[in-house]
Nanobody, 115 residues
Framework: QVQLAESGGGLVQAGGSLRLSCAAS????????MAWYRRTPENEREWVAK???????DYGVSVKDRFTISQDRARKTTYLQMNSLKTEDTGIYFC?????????WGQGTPVTVSS
């Protein structure tokens, strides 16, 4: 059974940076995609970023040019570097792997950006 574990969340002032990690454990066949989502305080789910095995990346409009997604496929890990954080980036961040056509989600890590 594949499990994902996020880490790296916390409290940061606006303008600061955080780096989130998401590591897979268990029998993980190479994921066909990795992505980050967040749930806002208003309980809305937003897609943040995604990365494909070939390295192609894409970002949500609100985080483009501030966040960077990367992957270490040997370690079955994806990272989200978040710079120039804004209060509206506050939320719970989840990673998702697509493995064998199935979506596998982590438990989430909270990010709070204070003004």
């Amino acid at each position: 059974q594949v499990q994902l574990a996020e880490s790296g969340g916390g409290l940061v002032q606006a303008g600061g940076s955080l780096r989130l990690s998401c590591a897979a454990s268990g029998r993980v066949v190479s994921p066909s995609g990795m992505a980050w989502y967040r749930r806002t305080p208003e309980n809305e789910r937003e897609w943040v970023a995604k990365i494909y095995p070939n390295g192609y990346t894409d970002y949500g409009v609100s985080v483009k040019d501030r966040f960077t997604i990367s992957q270490d496929r040997a370690r079955k890990t994806t990272y989200l570097q978040m710079n120039s954080l804004k209060t509206e980036d506050t939320g719970i961040y989840f990673c998702k792997f697509v493995v064998g056509g199935r979506d596998i989600w982590g438990q989430g890590t909270p990010v709070t950006v204070s003004s």
